[in-house]
């Protein structure tokens, strides 16, 4: 069983910048990769940053250059910097891993972002 707890979303106007966290209860060593999703009102869940246990990274088009996922594997932690946010970031920010072929979600935060 793995338990993801993100925490760090909250209201910011267009321009600023959040650093979300997800925490996890185990070594997160033993995840080939961890990902960030999010879900807009209305809209399907999208992938938006994911990085790997040796630390490669792949972002999304609409964030690249703007959001940073890094991880800290002694806190058994992963980050999302979020820099120049837009509007259209706007959504529920959900922390992602696959163990043993099953799937595990933290239970989101929320992101709002001001025009």
């Known amino acids: 069983q793995v338990r993801l707890v993100e925490y760090g979303g909250g209201l910011v106007q267009a321009g600023g910048s959040l650093r979300l966290s997800c925490a996890a209860s185990?070594?997160?060593?033993?995840?080939?990769?961890m990902d960030w999703y999010r879900q807009a009102p209305g809209k399907q869940r999208e992938v938006v940053a994911g990085?790997?246990?040796?630390?490669?990274?792949n972002y999304a088009d609409s964030v690249q250059g703007r959001f940073t996922i890094s991880r800290d594997n002694a806190k058994n932690t992963v980050f999302l910097q979020m820099d120049s946010l837009k509007p259209e970031d706007t959504a529920v920010y959900y922390c992602?891993?696959?163990?043993?072929?099953?799937?595990?979600w933290g239970q989101g935060t929320q992101v709002t972002v001001s025009s």
């Open positions: 992602h891993v696959i163990k043993i072929s099953v799937n595990y």
């Open positions: 990085i790997t246990s040796g630390g490669s990274t």
């Open positions: 185990g070594s997160i060593l033993s995840f080939n990769r």
